[in-house]
């Protein structure tokens, strides 16, 4: 059992970055694969990364490789996505969720757990 709040979004501008947290409260964070989705308007929600229990291995989106990096702070319960070269079609409300699962997944039922969201707005 966790709960889910995250942090850090905002306005910026098209190849600035920013930093989103998603601070944990619950049992055995450690325990939990993590993962970051988003939705933009009028579109179904996407995978966007996700990171094992030890945060040694990590999977991103196509639409991410080389400009977002997801990171976990156990000892924080905490989960992080750095977002760098912000692009505005990555303009959207930002998600962390929670698998109980052994490995990393991009598949939102195997999802437990999720955040209430983060506005991100890339403006060109």
């Known amino acids: 059992q966790v709960q889910l709040v995250e942090s850090g979004g905002g306005l910026v501008q098209a190849g600035g970055s920013l930093r989103l947290s998603c601070a944990a409260s619950?049992?055995?964070?450690?325990?939990?694969?993590m993962g970051w989705f988003r939705q933009a308007p009028g579109k179904e929600r996407e995978f966007v990364a996700t990171?094992?229990?030890?945060?040694?291995?990590?999977t991103y989106a196509d639409s991410v490789k080389g400009r977002f990096t997801i990171s976990r702070d156990n000892a924080k319960n905490t989960v992080y996505l750095q977002m760098n070269s912000l692009k505005p079609e990555d303009t959207a409300v930002y998600y962390c969720a929670a698998a109980n699962t052994n490995s990393r997944t991009s598949r939102q039922n195997d999802y437990d757990h999720w955040g209430q969201g983060t506005q991100v707005t890339v403006s060109s």
């Open positions: 619950g049992r055995t964070f450690s325990s939990y694969v």
């Open positions: 990171i094992s229990w030890s945060g040694g291995r990590t």
